[in-house]
């Protein structure tokens, strides 16, 4: 319906995102992966490491075996057999260094690759038109977006690659070792209260009961864990970007003497880092009750379930520490679970971000295209119009006098109203950023549109990149110098090649001078202002009107903003009202500080 608002919409993007189950999360990162440029290549290291875990487990297997002859040696006190047992021991030793490092090599391939991937396509959806700032609107799930995309994502790599080459390796090690764990206790007949009674292959059933109380015991132990690690992450986030937030204000804070209260709110947010903290000590600390337990008990625990082979004469001490060996094994190949209990934990918190975050993104596009929205459409031919717009904003809705507008190729329209008419939201709304509301946009045929806000955007690098924007090395030296004089900022012209964060480097008005220097150099045909021509000072307001006069005769320039004395570039105005009474119900607010939405 037409009165679905962002805020609905905002919270019904965040639930979605909440109610993914384990399954859904799998197949968005299967999609992510099969569509990815590097899924061959995983493909392939995947495969490497399978076989080389094979060759390892045939290697531990032989290993294993040699125990037996080695130990009868010392029992016999058999020097010569001894130290030929050792010679055997190198070569064995050597083969499985190499399989070792072999392994390590391709798990560090497979986590870079598996990251690379992973941040690529979030990139990608994150820089799809508008998406960016779509989520930042969308409520807590647009928070932070650099955490999720850099740290999480690594993070997920690095546990995804642990998790699944260790269960990879402990599987096939369990198969490997379960036959010759039965060998050596199968036949084996206890003696019990007068009554005699076998258990076939009876130490492969007590590796799996013993490991697998454990692991059951270690799961209802951890699991509180999960959400106590999301929690973590996201107060983390909240300190971090309360910390950027006030070092990218710090002139204003400190001009203002507001040192007190920001460390009060820093301190504020690290107490909230600290509880979650303390939360998940407690129970990291229930469930090393019950891991290290349990690793206490297996120190003796593979002897105590071959004793009673050994002690019967069934087998030789050297087969004792053979079976002990393939016990253990086994059991750790069982208690893989347990032993990891901690990283799944935080595994499935990292993978619930990631996935969540992902599928935000994806949902602002079905947000943004419900019905209630303003309808954008390219006419046939070069020229704009505007029927019926009406904007919803939280404090009412903003619209223009005349129903129907348009606008021609050339013409040059000043767009004004009274103090707090939704200038800057109408601005918005025309370049598709602000898509609530009503009525129709129909955009000039073949034609962009620039549009140009108030505070223009310097991404941090080489200047000339910066005069370029958004299309690097397409112009040289002497059109940059050119651009520069025009605008009144030669003497930047010598550092072209400099790298800076220039918007730190320059004032509020160099950095509006540097936007119309990049209009002067890409020479847009349409062009749409937003409150900044008023508010530069005299000398470099004529500069830029200069450039629009002059440089760019043939473009059609849509100042929005107060009227211009004595000035005859624009030709015709159009007047921005308010309605008197704001909507029942209305969208969460585009200009939302990200601190308001995190608070």
């Given at each position: 319906?037409?009165?679905?608002?962002?805020?609905?919409?905002?919270?019904?993007?965040?639930?979605?995102t909440?109610?993914?189950?384990?399954?859904?999360?799998?197949?968005?990162?299967?999609?992510?992966?099969?569509?990815?440029?590097?899924?061959?290549?995983?493909?392939?290291?995947?495969?490497?490491?399978?076989?080389?875990?094979?060759?390892?487990?045939?290697?531990?297997?032989?290993?294993?075996?040699?125990?037996?002859p080695?130990?009868?040696?010392?029992?016999?006190?058999?020097?010569?057999?001894?130290?030929?047992?050792?010679?055997?021991?190198?070569?064995?030793?050597?083969?499985?260094?190499?399989?070792?490092?072999?392994?390590?090599?391709?798990?560090?391939?497979?986590?870079?690759?598996?990251?690379?991937?992973?941040?690529?396509?979030?990139?990608?959806?994150?820089?799809?038109?508008?998406?960016?700032?779509?989520?930042?609107?969308?409520?807590?799930i647009?928070?932070?977006?650099?955490?999720?995309?850099?740290?999480?994502?690594?993070?997920?790599?690095?546990?995804?690659?642990?998790?699944?080459?260790?269960?990879?390796?402990?599987?096939?090690?369990?198969?490997?070792?379960?036959?010759?764990?039965?060998?050596?206790?199968?036949?084996?007949?206890?003696?019990l209260?007068?009554?005699?009674f076998?258990?076939?292959?009876y130490?492969?059933?007590?590796?799996?009961i013993?490991?697998?109380?454990?692991?059951?015991?270690?799961w209802?132990?951890?699991r509180?864990?999960?959400?106590?690690?999301?929690?973590?992450?996201?107060?983390?986030?909240a300190?971090?970007?309360?910390?950027?937030?006030?070092?990218?204000?710090?002139?204003?804070?400190?001009?203002?003497?507001?040192?007190?209260?920001?460390?009060?709110?820093?301190?504020?947010?690290?107490?909230?880092?600290?509880?979650?903290?303390?939360?998940?000590?407690?129970?990291?600390?229930?469930?090393?009750?019950?891991?290290?337990?349990?690793?206490?008990?297996?120190?003796?625990?593979?002897?105590?379930?071959?004793?009673?082979?050994?002690?019967?004469?069934?087998?030789?001490?050297?087969?004792?520490?053979?079976?002990?060996?393939?016990?253990?094994?086994?059991?750790?190949?069982?208690?893989?679970?347990?032993?990891?209990?901690?990283?799944?934990?935080?595994?499935?918190?990292?993978?619930?971000?990631?996935?969540?975050?992902?599928?935000?993104?994806?949902?602002?596009?079905?947000?943004?295209?419900?019905?209630?929205?303003?309808?954008?459409?390219?006419?046939?031919?070069?020229?704009?119009?505007?029927?019926?717009?009406?904007?919803?904003?939280?404090?009412?809705?903003?619209?223009?006098?005349?129903?129907?507008?348009?606008?021609?190729?050339?013409?040059?329209?000043?767009?004004?109203?009274?103090?707090?008419?939704?200038?800057?939201?109408?601005?918005?709304?025309?370049?598709?950023?602000?898509?609530?509301?009503?009525?129709?946009?129909?955009?000039?045929?073949?034609?962009?549109?620039?549009f140009?806000?108030?505070?223009?955007?310097?991404?941090?690098?080489?200047?000339?990149?910066?005069?370029?924007?958004?299309?690097?090395?397409?112009?040289?030296?002497?059109?940059?110098?050119?651009?520069?004089?025009?605008?009144?900022?030669?003497?930047?012209?010598?550092?072209?090649?400099?790298?800076a964060?220039?918007?730190?480097?320059?004032?509020?008005?160099?950095?509006?001078?540097?936007?119309?220097?990049?209009?002067?150099?890409?020479?847009?045909?349409?062009?749409?202002?937003?409150?900044?021509?008023?508010?530069?000072?005299?000398?470099?307001?004529?500069?830029?009107?200069?450039?629009?006069?002059?440089?760019?005769?043939?473009?059609?320039?849509?100042?929005?903003?107060?009227?211009?004395?004595?000035?005859?570039?624009?030709?015709?105005?159009?007047?921005?009202?308010?309605?008197?009474?704001?909507?029942?119900?209305?969208?969460?607010?585009?200009?939302?500080?990200?601190?308001?939405?995190?608070?």
């Amino acid at each position: 319906m037409a009165n679905v608002t962002a805020e609905n919409g905002s919270a019904s993007l965040q639930a979605g995102t909440q109610d993914e189950g384990l399954w859904t999360q799998l197949m968005t990162m299967r999609r992510i992966y099969l569509a990815s440029p590097v899924f061959k290549t995983l493909l392939a290291i995947a495969i490497g490491s399978f076989l080389v875990v094979v060759a390892t487990a045939l290697g531990q297997i032989v290993l294993n075996q040699w125990y037996k002859p080695f130990y009868d040696a010392i029992e016999r006190r058999d020097t010569d057999a001894f130290f030929h047992q050792l010679t055997i021991f190198a070569g064995i030793a050597g083969v499985l260094l190499l399989f070792n490092v072999s392994q390590q090599w391709l798990n560090q391939m497979f986590r870079l690759k598996l990251r690379e991937a992973l941040t690529r396509d979030l990139i990608t959806e994150w820089m799809r038109p508008r998406r960016a700032f779509r989520l930042a609107n969308a409520g807590a799930i647009g928070v932070n977006p650099d955490q999720r995309m850099q740290e999480d994502a690594g993070h997920l790599a690095d546990l995804t690659t642990d998790l699944a080459f260790g269960l990879l390796q402990s599987t096939i090690l369990l198969f490997s070792f379960v036959g010759v764990l039965w060998s050596l206790s199968d036949g084996f007949v206890f003696h019990l209260g007068g009554r005699s009674f076998d258990i076939p292959g009876y130490m492969v059933w007590a590796a799996i009961i013993y490991a697998g109380s454990a692991s059951w015991l270690s799961w209802l132990v951890g699991r509180p864990l999960i959400s106590l690690n999301s929690e973590r992450y996201n107060r983390e986030a909240a300190l971090r970007f309360t910390m950027m937030r006030v070092n990218e204000h710090i002139d204003s804070i400190t001009l203002a003497g507001g040192e007190g209260s920001e460390r009060q709110r820093l301190e504020n947010d690290l107490g909230s880092v600290l509880t979650a903290m303390r939360n998940i000590f407690r129970a990291q600390i229930n469930l090393a009750w019950v891991v290290d337990g349990y690793g206490w008990v297996t120190v003796v625990a593979p002897i105590l379930v071959a004793a009673p082979v050994y002690f019967a004469g069934h087998i030789t001490f050297g087969g004792l520490m053979m079976a002990v060996g393939a016990f253990n094994q086994v059991h750790t190949s069982l208690r893989w679970f347990i032993a990891n209990i901690g990283a799944i934990t935080d595994w499935r918190a990292t993978l619930h971000r990631i996935t969540s975050f992902r599928s935000a993104l994806v949902g602002t596009d079905a947000l943004n295209d419900a019905e209630g929205r303003i309808e954008f459409a390219l006419n046939d031919s070069n020229r704009m119009t505007i029927d019926e717009l009406e904007v919803v904003s939280p404090s009412g809705n903003t619209r223009l006098a005349d129903s129907h507008v348009e606008i021609m190729p050339g013409e040059r329209i000043v767009v004004s109203g009274d103090p707090g008419t939704g200038k800057t939201l109408l601005f918005r709304a025309l370049a598709g950023l602000w898509p609530w509301g009503s009525g129709r946009v129909g955009l000039p045929k073949d034609e962009p549109v620039t549009f140009l806000p108030r505070t223009p955007y310097l991404p941090p690098g080489k200047l000339r990149d910066v005069l370029s924007y958004p299309q690097p090395d397409i112009f040289n030296d002497n059109q940059l110098t050119e651009a520069l004089s025009r605008v009144g900022l030669q003497r930047l012209a010598p550092q072209l090649d400099t790298e800076a964060r220039w918007d730190r480097q320059l004032s509020d008005e160099d950095e509006r001078l540097l936007a119309f220097a990049r209009l002067l150099l890409h020479k847009p045909r349409w062009v749409f202002i937003d409150e900044v021509l008023e508010s530069m000072e005299p000398p470099a307001q004529r500069r830029a009107l200069s450039i629009l006069q002059k440089d760019l005769q043939g473009s059609t320039i849509v100042s929005i903003g107060r009227p211009l004395p004595d000035h005859s570039l624009f030709t015709r105005g159009l007047q921005l009202v308010r309605l008197a009474s704001p909507p029942k119900r209305h969208p969460a607010r585009a200009d939302r500080k990200l601190e308001e939405t995190k608070a």
